[in-house]
């Protein structure tokens, strides 16, 4: 459902905190809410979803199948976080399925609302990159 969330939610998640108050009202027009229930899958394995979700509330796991067809959860996500990012980012099937440990609340943006964002924010594209280091350095960890 298309709604709005007050700027002081959006500035909460550190890749939307540089944002100017022009880019955040046109942010509020272009997102999605989106509630999840517990063990409802959200992302599957091996679709194309080309949205970034920003979860509000609730707690999901990323879960990847193995070769033996076997379920390995890689992490768990909670709020605050951010999911999808390599899917919008390389436009790439999605790496594994995202599944509610119980009820979530989350938002989301489309791949070209975000292209646009990208395009009209220099500040914005800063913090997408550190984002994704921030994640590449974590797994090398």
């Known amino acids: 459902m298309k709604e709005s969330l007050p700027f002081t939610t959006l500035l909460s ?60 959860t890689i992490r768990y996500v909670g709020p605050g976080e951010v999911l999808n990012e390599l899917v919008v980012f390389s ?12 009820e979530a609340h989350l938002f989301y943006l489309t791949k070209d609302d975000i ?7 220099w500040d914005f594209s800063r913090a997408v990159i550190a984002s994704l280091s921030i994640r590449i350095q974590h797994l090398l960890d």
């Open 91 to 102: 436009q790439s099937i999605n790496p594994a399925t995202i599944q509610a440990m119980e």
């Open 115 to 121: 292209d646009t964002l990208i395009g009209r924010n």
């Open 13 to 72: 998640f550190p890749l939307l905190s540089s944002l100017p108050p022009e880019d955040l009202e046109w942010l509020q027009n272009r997102l999605f809410l989106q509630s999840v229930v517990k063990d409802e899958v959200l992302l599957i394995e091996g679709e194309m979803t080309p949205r970034l979700y920003f979860v509000l509330d609730g707690w999901l796991k990323v879960e990847k199948t193995s070769s033996e067809g076997r379920q390995q």
